[in-house]
Nanobody, 121 residues
Framework: QVQLVESGGGLVQAGDSLRLSCAAS????????NAWFRQAPGKEREFVAA????????YYQDSVKGRFTISRDNPKNMVYLQMISLKPEDTAVYYC??????????????WGQGTQVTVSS
């Protein structure tokens, strides 16, 4: 079992930056891969970024590549999503997820409750 709690969301203007944090707990977190997903109002949840346990492999949705960076700090049981040059279309609830393998289509068994990111024009 893994528990995930997101934080760092907020209301910002286009072009601003935010760093989202995901605090993990539970024995199953050790060795896990992690990802960020997002869901905008009226839209389906979509993949944003993923990272392997040691951070050697990362994956990004094309629309955020070059603007978002996923990272982790395993001794602190933390996963991060650094977002720069935010756009109104980035507005969504952002979710942290954990699974056995990182990837765009990998299975993620554990999910946080989400943190709201709102980007004004």
């Amino acid at each position: 079992q893994v528990q995930l709690v997101e934080s760092g969301g907020g209301l910002v203007q286009a072009g601003d930056s935010l760093r989202l944090s995901c605090a993990a707990s539970g024995r199953a977190f050790s060795g896990s891969a992690n990802a960020w997903f997002r869901q905008a109002p009226g839209k389906e949840r979509e993949f944003v970024a993923a990272i392997s346990w040691y951070g050697g492999s990362t994956y990004y949705q094309d629309s955020v590549k070059g603007r978002f960076t996923i990272s982790r700090d395993n001794p602190k049981n933390m996963v991060y999503l650094q977002m720069i040059s935010l756009k109104p279309e980035d507005t969504a609830v952002y979710y942290c997820a954990a699974g056995r393998v990182a990837g765009r289509t990998a299975r993620y068994d554990y999910w946080g409750q989400g943190t709201q990111v709102t980007v004004s024009s």
